[in-house]
């Protein structure tokens, strides 16, 4: 029988550590051949998973290797209950049923979580953006390891709450950031973010002006808003 636990057991990673590399906690609910194969992925490099399912006998491959458990995730009390709460990401990997999908969907994203969820075709990706789902993949482009292993490589090194909605972010600098001046990034503008600091070896970069440059390797630190951030945190990622 699948091991029907609280994700607390774990070590309480929670959301405002969402990015941490070392290790990640991450939900997947769907556990088909791209759930599982993201799992697989993710627990042989070393991080935690909760993998969901209505059906004991999909999770019973991978029960000794991570935490499950066994339910409806359309309901959320029973998410809540099984520690979904708890994770730095979730990867809805729902395939078989849209609805299911979409509702799981809505319900990690009222728990303030970030999503990574699976279209079944072009539509419905459209419904779960719409849902709110932070990524969308398409089984066709994506497979369950490649996945896994997008979520591993995050720019976001540390993210923490200052006060209510008021986050501070460390992104490693990557991607459109680099070569740029922060009067070219215009990240204030753009995307409603403060930069407060660079961080360049040994060297602290503060207080910032517009004509510095980022370079490849700096670390960010950032304020805003969490969906701000992570806004940003996405374009600075490297290919």
């Known amino acids: 029988m699948a ?21 990640k906690t991450i939900g997947i609910i769907g556990a088909g051949r791209f759930g599982t194969g993201a799992a697989q992925e993710l627990i ?13 006998d999909t999770l019973e491959p991978l029960a000794h290797l991570c935490h499950t458990a066994i339910g409806n995730a359309e309901d959320s009390e029973f998410l ?26 809505i319900n990690c994203k009222d728990f303030g979580l970030y999503v990574v969820a699976k279209a079944t075709h072009a539509t ?7 849902l709110g789902a932070d990524y969308v993949v398409f ?26 909605e008021v986050f501070m972010m460390e992104v490693n600098a990557g991607g459109e ?3 740029k001046t922060l009067d070219e990034l215009n990240l204030p503008r753009r995307f409603g973010v403060q930069v407060l600091l660079i961080l360049r070896g040994n060297k602290t970069v503060f207080p910032v002006a517009a004509k ?4 490849e390797g700096d670390r960010v630190v950032l304020l805003g808003s969490s969906e701000s951030l992570h806004r940003v945190a996405k374009i600075a990622e490297t290919p």
Request: glycine fraction near 10%.
């Open 80 to 105: 809540a209950e099984a520690g979904i709460k708890d994770v730095d990401a979730v990867i809805v990997a729902i395939g078989d049923n849209e609805t299911a999908s979409n509702h799981a969907t």
């Open 212 to 215: 510095d440059v980022v370079e």
């Open 3 to 23: 091991n029907n636990r609280p994700l607390g057991l774990l070590g309480g990673t929670r959301l405002n550590n969402v990015g941490r590399r070392n290790p």
């Open 177 to 179: 950031l680099v070569g």
């Open 44 to 56: 042989r490099n070393g991080h935690h998973v909760l993998l969901i399912d209505h059906d004991a």
């Open 139 to 164: 089984p066709e482009h994506d497979s369950g390891v490649r996945l896994a292993r997008l979520l591993t490589r995050s720019s976001i090194l540390d993210m923490i709450e200052l006060y209510e």
């Open 124 to 130: 419905h990706g459209k419904i779960l953006d719409r």
